[in-house]
């Protein structure tokens, strides 16, 4: 597959949906609207734990406009999670953490239903809550899931109590290793929990025919797990809900399981009229999901010259108060423990603690950037320690081309040194590097400046996908991959790949949006899975469709098939012969019109490589058996860092990302730039803080994430191109791995600066300054 000139595979064309957005025409959720069509408002739960002994909602019901009342006694019993089945589409007989639904309103405008939801009265029966891993694993801990062992799983969970899950892998022998080491360190560090922030919040709009069938439109990053969630929840059959979606303001993981969606199905059912319910910013931050936070001891043994022997990481996970996604980035996050290293003698576990707080899920990094932070770090302080510097420790200890990941997994491809050398090179890293505060002075005079270098691995293989590609009558074709484009561009980097495959210009190509009736099966935008998992579906499709295409093509000019090429343009021809081609529009209507019947390719696949070797490694409780495909970055940074308040700037970083082949360049250095800047705000501000069980920082007057002006203005985007061999042209993922190494490049940085280390995140000036006048707790 070679790339083709204009707008293919290589070339970086706008985004298709960007005049619509530019111009204010792209249709969100909250644009939608149907006839008769009714509003939805939630009475969140003020309690952390609590029973729910009775409702009164007669007074909600009394309230002019009001058309439908539900409490949890109006749902059906069935239960929703993607690796645990433990969660209700509403609260029923319990309630699990401040900010749970508890009852719904539907009216014929927002502010009405906003009003009575008000009236409705709950009589709760307090409980004592846990907010903590360490108080949910006491012994007289109070039980959140009582019934946690009935609960359906897809996976071999271990549980029990107010474990969620726990996940053991090992490689070698660690105990033993630890007399072979010359230096041994042992460190705790803890992150924390950080709001998705996606500039659209969470809504949905469902509407229900008169034979019963139900369509729902809602803000997600899956059409096929929210029909898998709702019909869950609500025991109704797949073939009765139709999945659809608008345009999205971005997800980040926050949109990939449920949110308000089997709530609004289920108005729309006892009231027989459209409901559209959306989130305010302050429901979206209190109701959803968030980045997980981690407490994490990590001990790395060492040889004089550097040699990495063994690793021993341990996790304590907040999985907040249903598992959601939450087994799943435990224990792919242990899978990332051991880094893009080869460490002979590593084990990596952890335990996954239900606790009476918000739901725990997806979010860009999935449990790397937690995992990576405290294992960067160390690899700093080892290479202090040593006397060595720390871009050459890693570079004497990293994966070679060919070695395989923690646990066996195969690595196809590894870009990770010409990552860090692309990095070091751009940066002057030899040249710039302090290696003390007083050498390493601002130009001002009143601060200190810093660099430091993080490394990461991360996967884009995962689970199942497929494409439809299809020739209308006039030679241009249809997409349609099930695939949700977020935002992140993923629309037109698909049909970039299904231009290329088919040797067309992009403008003869359109993307059907995704649609549960008609699309093929993708389980989701996420886990930077699309533009290799889905991508290979529309390579495999596209290339069926180019078979057919040339075998009428032989039949025409009378020749082997084998005799016959696609042509740039929308053309085929007999090799070897330029003067003579048939349209693509002469083929396809050769086979509307006379032989053969429509021409469309079709693939369907999953991700079957096994994420461990049994040969190799000793593992229990992973929840994802089949996963790979590595992208690689190195990341270095500038800081300088105020010795008078201990605020940090980030000046410079020059981040070099392993990908396979750029299908977009441009995007490409879009993912890197966003990836950063939220990992930036992971690192320095961003922290969703509790006064006890209640979140108090819902709203964006006191929850800080970065802006353009926070942004650097140097973020050095350095594409590296190692093609994955399998990959569509060679492409694997992009969209996380820029963010996995943010946290701990910048950390590292902090530490070259003012000569002291942070282990909590986030860095704040105040923890900074503290570490900063030696006080040693950086609290």
């Known amino acids: 597959m070679n790339d083709v000139p204009g707008n293919g595979v290589g070339a970086s064309p706008a985004r298709s949906d960007i005049r619509e957005k530019l111009t204010g025409g792209a249709k969100y959720i909250?644009?939608?609207?149907?006839?008769?069509?009714?509003?939805?408002?939630?009475?969140?739960?003020?309690?952390?734990?609590?029973?729910?002994?009775?409702?009164?909602?007669?007074?909600?019901?009394?309230?002019?406009?009001?058309?439908?009342?539900?409490?949890?006694?109006?749902?059906?019993?069935?239960?929703?999670?993607?690796?645990?089945?433990?969660?209700?589409?509403?609260?029923?007989?319990?309630?699990?953490?401040?900010?749970?639904?508890?009852?719904?309103?539907?009216?014929?405008?927002?502010?009405?239903?906003?009003?009575?939801v008000r009236l409705i009265e709950v009589d709760y029966e307090d409980l004592p809550a846990v907010l903590s891993p360490q108080d949910g694993l006491k012994a007289d801990a109070p039980i959140i899931h009582e019934d946690l062992q009935d609960y359906i799983k897809v996976f071999e969970a271990i549980c029990g109590g107010n474990i969620a899950s726990?996940?053991?892998?090992?490689?070698?022998?660690?105990?033993?290793?630890?007399?072979?080491?010359?230096?041994?360190?042992?460190?705790?560090?803890?992150?924390?929990?950080?709001?998705?922030?996606?500039?659209?919040?969470?809504?949905?709009?469902?509407?229900?025919?008169?034979?019963?069938?139900?369509?729902?439109?809602?803000?997600?990053?899956?059409?096929?797990?929210?029909?898998?969630?709702?019909?869950?929840?609500?025991?109704?059959?797949?073939?009765?809900?139709?999945c659809l979606t608008p345009r999205i303001g971005a997800g980040f993981g926050n949109k990939m399981e449920a949110h308000v969606q089997?709530?609004?199905?289920?108005?729309?059912?006892?009231?027989?009229?459209?409901?559209?319910?959306?989130?305010?910013?302050?429901?979206?931050?209190?109701?959803?999901?968030?980045?997980?936070?981690y407490q994490i001891r990590c001990k790395t043994g060492v040889k004089k010259d550097g040699t990495f022997v063994a690793r021993e990481l341990e996790a304590l996970v907040d999985c907040g108060a249903y598992s959601d996604d939450?087994?799943?980035?435990l224990g792919f996050s242990l899978l990332m423990g051991r880094g893009p290293y080869r460490i002979p003698n590593t084990r990596c576990f952890g335990k996954l603690i239900y606790t009476n707080k918000i739901r725990f899920g997806a979010f860009r990094g999935f449990g790397n950037p937690q995992v990576s932070f405290a294992t960067e770090s160390q690899i700093d302080t080892i290479a202090e320690k040593l006397g060595m510097d720390p871009l050459e420790l890693r570079l004497k200890n990293i994966l070679a081309p060919g070695e395989p990941w923690f646990g066996g997994s195969e690595v196809g491809s590894n870009g990770l040194a010409a990552c860090i050398e692309r990095a070091r090179e751009a940066s002057g890293w030899d040249q710039r590097r302090g290696t003390a505060k007083d050498e390493s002075r601002d130009e001002s005079g009143h601060g200190h400046r810093g660099m430091g270098v993080a490394l990461a691995g991360h996967i884009s293989g995962l689970l199942a996908t497929g494409a439809i590609v299809r020739m209308l009558e006039d030679g241009t074709v249809v997409l349609n991959t099930g695939a949700v484009d977020i935002g992140q561009g993923s629309d037109t980097v698909l049909t970039q790949i299904c231009a290329s495959a088919l040797k067309i210009?992009?403008?003869?190509?359109?993307?059907?949006?995704?649609?549960?009736?008609?699309?093929?099966?993708?389980?989701?935008?996420?886990?930077?899975?699309?533009?290799?998992?889905?991508?290979?579906?529309?390579?495999?499709?596209?290339?069926?469709?180019?078979?057919?295409?040339?075998?009428?093509?032989?039949?025409?000019?009378?020749?082997a098939v084998e005799d016959v090429e696609l042509r740039d343009g929308g053309q085929v021809?007999?090799?070897?012969?330029?003067?003579?081609?048939?349209?693509?529009?002469?083929?396809?209507?050769?086979?509307?019109?006379?032989?053969?019947?429509?021409?469309?390719?079709?693939?369907?696949?999953?991700?079957?490589?096994?994420?461990?070797?049994?040969?190799?490694?000793?593992?229990?409780?992973?929840?994802?058996?089949?996963?790979?495909?590595?992208?690689?970055?190195?990341?270095?940074?500038?800081?300088?860092?105020?010795?008078?308040?201990?605020?940090?700037?980030?000046?410079?970083?020059?981040?070099?990302?392993?990908?396979?082949?750029?299908?977009?360049?441009?995007?490409?250095?879009?993912?890197i730039e966003g990836g950063f800047v939220q990992g930036m705000g992971m690192a320095l501000i961003e922290e969703m803080v509790w006064d006890g069980p209640r979140l108090a920082n819902p709203?964006?007057?006191?929850?800080?994430?970065?802006?353009?002006?926070?942004?650097?203005?140097?973020?050095?985007?350095?594409?590296?191109?190692?093609?994955?061999?399998?990959?569509?042209?060679?492409?694997?993922?992009?969209?996380?791995?820029?963010?996995?190494?943010?946290?701990a490049a910048i950390g590292n940085a902090i530490r070259n600066a003012i000569g002291a280390r942070l282990d909590r995140l986030p860095m704040t000036p105040e923890r900074i300054l503290t570490a900063m006048l030696g006080a040693g707790d950086d609290s």
């Open 573 to 671: 021809g007999i090799k070897g012969v330029p003067e003579k081609a048939f349209s693509f529009l002469q083929i396809s209507l050769r086979a509307h019109w006379a032989v053969g019947g429509p021409i469309v390719g079709a693939e369907t696949l999953v991700f079957d490589r096994p994420s461990v070797d049994p040969k190799r490694a000793v593992v229990t409780g992973l929840p994802f058996p089949q996963l790979g495909v590595y992208s690689f970055a190195c990341m270095i940074v500038e800081v300088s860092v105020d010795e008078a308040s201990g605020k940090p700037v980030v000046e410079d970083v020059w981040s070099a990302l392993d990908v396979g082949k750029a299908i977009n360049p441009a995007m490409v250095e879009g993912q």
């Open 30 to 116: 909250a644009d939608l609207t149907r006839p008769d069509m009714l509003h939805g408002a939630i009475l969140q739960s003020p309690l952390p734990h609590a029973r729910i002994r009775g409702y009164k909602i007669d007074a909600a019901l009394a309230v002019p406009g009001v058309v439908c009342v539900l409490t949890g006694d109006d749902f059906p019993d069935g239960r929703m999670g993607a690796f645990i089945k433990d969660e209700y589409a509403i609260a029923k007989g319990k309630v699990r953490y401040v900010g749970e639904p508890v009852a719904v309103v539907a009216a014929e405008d927002e502010a009405t239903a906003r009003d009575a």
């Open 262 to 293: 089997p709530i609004v199905v289920q108005l729309a059912i006892r009231t027989g009229r459209p409901v559209k319910l959306i989130l305010s910013r302050t429901e979206d931050f209190e109701m959803v999901r968030a980045r997980h936070p």
């Open 166 to 242: 726990e996940t053991d892998l090992a490689e070698g022998d660690v105990e033993a290793a630890w007399a072979d080491c010359d230096l041994i360190v042992e460190e705790t560090y803890e992150t924390a929990a950080q709001a998705h922030v996606a500039i659209e919040p969470c809504g949905a709009l469902a509407e229900v025919a008169p034979d019963g069938r139900i369509t729902l439109w809602s803000a997600n990053q899956s059409v096929f797990r929210v029909q898998a969630n709702v019909c869950e929840s609500l025991q109704i059959p797949m073939a009765r809900l139709r």
């Open 326 to 329: 939450s087994p799943g980035v």
């Open 505 to 559: 210009p992009l403008d003869r190509i359109t993307i059907a949006s995704p649609d549960t009736d008609g699309s093929p099966y993708n389980w989701g935008t996420t886990a930077s899975r699309v533009t290799y998992t889905t991508g290979r579906a529309v390579v495999a499709a596209s290339d069926k469709v180019a078979q057919q295409i040339k075998e009428h093509a032989a039949e025409m000019f009378e020749c």
């Open 699 to 743: 709203t964006l007057m006191d929850y800080k994430a970065p802006t353009s002006l926070d942004a650097p203005y140097n973020i050095h985007s350095i594409i590296v191109e190692e093609p994955e061999p399998d990959g569509p042209f060679g492409a694997k993922g992009a969209g996380e791995i820029g963010l996995c190494p943010v946290p």
